[in-house]
T-cell receptor, first 112, second 110 residues
Framework: DADVTQTPRNRITKTGKRIMLECSQT?????MYWYRQDPGLGLQLIYY???????NKGEISDGYSVSRQAQAKFSLSLESAIPNQTALYFC???????????FGPGTRLTVL | QKEVEQDPGPLSVPEGAIVSLNCTYS??????FMWYRQYSRKGPELLMY????GNKEDGRFTAQVDKSSKYISLFIRDSQPSDSATYLC??????????FGAGTTVTVRA
């Protein structure tokens, strides 16, 4: 089984809808991250969490919120989806090592 | 201006060629320099990392960091079709937040 899983893998939704992307990990890491990837822009950090009670905004947090339900679970919500949130979303975890992050397989989100 | 600049390519080379990838950056506080590899429809995976300046070799892969020029490189020797992927540079201070380049898409032709 994969160490970092994301659900759903693909999602098509309409403008204004609320949507939640979920991430689970079995690696036992405290640090978890949400990124979006757009062509030509690389990975941009949305939110990150260093433990269950620690949530921090990344560089592009507007329009997004997160919930850290447990050490193993970190969810990303789009309260009212808009078309420019169409992107590939990745969850990642990190051990106590600044250089290493383990990524999930990604969720392809399309907002019509 | 982005903190990390990387030419998105694409780059197409014949099998056996040397692939040269590079990134420049503006934040002199970066201490850890990484290369991630991302296959199509997959998440990125760590390929190599270097702490501070210098070179690091791992099989056919060599990573170089020149902090004085704020420039990092990745070389792939004897490239194989299985090396076809997008390569992302990433860097961080010690705050556990990575700054990524845009990624360079590489195709190795058999």
């Amino acid at each position: 089984d994969a160490d970092v899983t994301q659900t759903p893998r693909n999602r098509i939704t309409k403008t204004g809808k609320r949507i939640m992307l979920e991430c689970s990990q079995t690696k036992g890491h405290d640090r978890m991250y949400w990124y979006r990837q757009d062509p030509g822009l690389g990975l941009q950090l949305i939110y990150y969490s260093f433990d269950v009670k620690d949530i921090n905004k990344g560089e592009i947090s507007d329009g997004y919120s997160v919930s850290r339900q447990a050490q193993a679970k970190f969810s990303l919500s789009l309260e009212s989806a808009i078309p420019n949130q169409t992107a590939l979303y990745f969850c990642a975890t990190s051990p106590g090592d600044p250089s290493t992050q383990y990524f999930g397989p990604g969720t392809r989100l399309t907002v019509l | 201006q982005k903190e990390v600049e990387q030419d998105p390519g694409p780059l197409s080379v014949p099998e056996g060629a040397i692939v040269s990838l590079n990134c420049t950056y503006s934040n002199s506080a970066f201490q850890y320099f990484m290369w991630y590899r991302q296959y199509s429809r997959k998440g990125p995976e760590l390929l190599m990392y270097t702490y501070s300046s210098g070179n690091k070799e791992d099989g056919r892969f060599t990573a170089q960091v020149d902090k004085s020029s704020k420039y990092i490189s990745l070389f792939i020797r004897d490239s194989q079709p299985s090396d076809s992927a997008t390569y992302l540079c990433a860097m961080t201070t010690n705050d556990y937040k990575l700054s990524f380049g845009a990624g360079t898409t590489v195709t190795v032709r058999a």
